[in-house]
C-alpha cells in the first residue's frame, strides 16, 4: 500500500507487524492463488457491494442473483439441491447444527437433541452444540488413521440424535473419514449426516474434475459429497481454496425443504417482516459480490489448474518432511493439509515453529490432544506451489530442526501440572488465575512473548478445561484498553 494518507500509512504500518497473507509463506489461516489480478478483481466488487445490504433481498435483488448462481456452482460441483451464502466456515457449521436441532423437533419430536461427532470435529462443532444447546456426543477416532470410526459412530447414534457429522478432510490430520460408512448409518437410523467439506470441498471437488492430467498416478478421492447416499448437507468455504476475499462460504442441503428449518422468520412486532437465511441481520454484500467475482474469473477449469498444483506440492512437500531426520506425518495427507510431528524426543516440534517464525514461515502448532501427539500444521495453497517456494520451506524446515535440536525441547516442570491438576476450572478465582499465568509465563504486560514454544508446553500439560478457562485470560489481557 503507497498511499500519502497518514491514516492509510497508519493502517499500513500496523499490517507491517503482521504475518504476509500473501506469498505462501504463512501456512495457515490465508489462501493465496498465486494468480496475477485476482485479489485486485476481488477488491472492486467488494467494494462495489460493501454498502449493500444482503438483510434484504427484495430491497437489493441482485444479491439474490449473486447468491443463486454460487450455490448452482457449488452444487454441480458437490450435489444438492439448495444452499445458503455465509460468512465462513463456522457460521456455516452452526447453521447445520441449528437446522439439525430445529428439524429433529419438528420432524421426529427430539426435544433433548444430541450432535454426534468424532473427537477430530472442527471446534465450530462444539461451539453450535454450546450455543443452541444441544449435548455433544464425542467418538474417539482411529489412533492410527486419525480417521472416524464408523462402528463406533454408529453405536453413538440414538433416538436424541439430531445430526451426526463426518469431515472432508479433517483440519488438524488432512484425512477424508469414512463419509459413505457413516451416512450410511445415519440413514439407516434417520438421523441427519452433515460432511464438513469446509476446507478441503472445493479443493477436492476440483481436484477430481482433473484426474487426467495425472494420467496413471491419479490420486483416488474417496466420496465425499451430497451424492453419497444419507449425506443432508455440506459447508464448504469460499475463501479457504475458491482463493476469494474472507468472509465466503457456503452451506448446502440436500434440498430446500431441509434448508427451511434453519431460517429465522419474524412477523409478531411493529418492524418490517424478518426472513434470516443466515445469523447476521444486517450484513454487506461485499464478501458474496468478491467470490460471485473471483469463482466467474478463475472458472472450473482454472479451479482444476490450481487443485493439481497444490496436490502435486503437497506430495512434494510430504515425500521432503519424511526426508528429514527427526520429523515424521502424522497421517498420509489426502488433501492438502500435513501434520508433522517428531518421532526424536531432543525435538519439539514447538521450538521448531518458533525457528521457522524467526525465519519468516508460518507453520501452526497443534497442541497434543487424545491419540494426537505435538505437531505442525502446514495448509498448502497454490501460492506454495512454485517449486522454488516448496523447495526453499524444505531447506528452512532442514535447518530449524537443527537448530531446535541444538536448544533441546521445552520442559515443563512437574510441579506446574500437579498445582494445575488440583485446580477446579469452574471455582477459579481470579487470584488463582494470576498465579496460573505467571506460572505459564504469560503474566506481565498484555504482550504476546516472542517465542511461543514455552507457552504452548505449558498449555498442551493442563487439562483442557482449565485451558479454556485460562486462554480467554491471556487474550482478554490484550484487549485492555
Ligand atoms: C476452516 C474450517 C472451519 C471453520 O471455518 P472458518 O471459516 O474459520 O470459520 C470448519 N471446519 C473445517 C474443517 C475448517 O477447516
Same mark, same amino acid.
Given at each position: 500500500m503507497t498511499t500519502d494518507d497518514p491514516i492509510l500509512q497508519r493502517l499500513a504500518a500496523l499490517r507491517a507487524g503482521d504475518l504476509p497473507v500473501r506469498g505462501g509463506r504463512t501456512m495457515a489461516y490465508v489462501y493465496d492463488s498465486g494468480l496475477d489480478g485476482l485479489e485486485e478483481l476481488a477488491s472492486a466488487a467488494q467494494a462495489a457491494f460493501a454498502g449493500v445490504n444482503g438483510l434484504d433481498m427484495t430491497a437489493f435483488p441482485s444479491v439474490v442473483e449473486l447468491e443463486n448462481d454460487l450455490v448452482r456452482r457449488a452444487t454441480a460441483l458437490l450435489g444438492g439441491t439448495a444452499g445458503t451464502f455465509t460468512s465462513g466456515g463456522t457460521e456455516s457449521c452452526l447453521l447445520a447444527v441449528l437446522t439439525a436441532r430445529r428439524h429433529a423437533r419438528a420432524v421426529r419430536g427430539v426435544t433433548e437433541p444430541e450432535l454426534v461427532l468424532p473427537e477430530t470435529a472442527h471446534a465450530a462443532f462444539h461451539k453450535a452444540a454450546e450455543l443452541f444447546g444441544l449435548r455433544v456426543v464425542s467418538v474417539p477416532v482411529d489412533p492410527v488413521t486419525f480417521k472416524a470410526d464408523p462402528e463406533a459412530m454408529g453405536a453413538a447414534l440414538t433416538d436424541r440424535t439430531a445430526l451426526v457429522v463426518v469431515s472432508a478432510p479433517s483440519y488438524a490430520h488432512g484425512v477424508i473419514d469414512p463419509v459413505r460408512e457413516v451416512a450410511a448409518e445415519a440413514a439407516r437410523r434417520g438421523v441427519l449426516c452433515h460432511v464438513d467439506a469446509c476446507i478441503g470441498g472445493w479443493y477436492l471437488g476440483h481436484? &477430481?474434475? @482433473? =484426474?487426467? /492430467?495425472? /494420467?496413471? #498416478?491419479?490420486?483416488?478421492?474417496?466420496?465425499? #459429497? +451430497?451424492?453419497?447416499? $444419507?449425506? =443432508?448437507?455440506?459447508?464448504? #468455504? +469460499?475463501?479457504?481454496?475458491?482463493?476469494? /476475499?474472507? $468472509?465466503? @462460504? +457456503?452451506? +448446502?442441503? &440436500? #434440498?430446500a425443504e431441509l434448508r427451511r428449518h434453519g431460517w429465522f422468520a419474524h412477523a409478531s412486532w411493529p418492524g418490517y417482516p424478518v426472513v434470516n437465511s443466515t445469523l447476521q441481520g444486517t450484513k454487506s454484500a461485499g464478501p458474496l459480490a468478491a467470490a460471485w467475482a473471483v469463482t466467474e474469473r478463475v472458472g472450473s477449469e482454472g479451479y482444476a489448474a490450481l487443485s493439481t498444483r497444490v496436490h502435486r506440492a503437497t506430495h512434494t512437500l510430504a515425500d521432503g518432511v519424511r526426508r528429514i531426520e527427526g520429523l515424521r506425518l502424522l497421517a498420509r495427507p489426502e488433501a492438502s493439509l500435513l501434520a508433522v510431528a517428531s518421532d526424536d524426543p531432543d525435538l519439539d516440534v514447538f521450538v521448531v515453529a518458533d525457528e521457522m517464525r524467526g525465519s519468516g514461515w508460518y507453520l501452526q502448532p497443534q497442541p497434543a490432544f487424545g491419540s494426537s501427539p505435538a505437531n505442525l500444521h502446514l495448509t498448502v495453497t497454490a501460492a506454495v506451489a512454485g517449486e522454488e517456494t516448496v523447495r526453499l520451506l524444505l531447506a528452512e524446515l532442514e535447518k530449524a530442526v537443527g537448530r531446535a535440536r541444538e536448544a533441546g525441547p521445552v520442559r515443563v516442570d512437574p510441579a506446574i501440572v500437579e498445582a494445575a491438576a488440583g485446580l477446579d476450572p469452574d471455582a477459579l478465582t481470579p487470584e488463582e488465575v494470576e498465579v496460573a499465568l505467571a506460572l505459564a509465563g504469560v503474566g506481565e504486560g498484555g504482550r504476546l512473548p516472542e517465542r511461543m514454544a514455552p507457552v504452548l508446553a505449558v498449555l498442551q500439560a493442563l487439562p483442557p478445561r482449565l485451558s479454556e478457562r485460562l486462554l480467554p485470560e491471556v487474550i482478554g489481557r490484550l484487549y485492555q484498553t
Open positions: 481436484l &477430481r474434475t @482433473s =484426474t487426467e /492430467a495425472f /494420467a496413471q #498416478d491419479a490420486p483416488e478421492i474417496p466420496e465425499f #459429497d +451430497l451424492n453419497v447416499p $444419507g449425506v =443432508t448437507s455440506l459447508s464448504v #468455504d +469460499l475463501h479457504k481454496y475458491a482463493y476469494t /476475499a474472507k $468472509g465466503a @462460504s +457456503l452451506l +448446502l442441503f &440436500r #434440498d
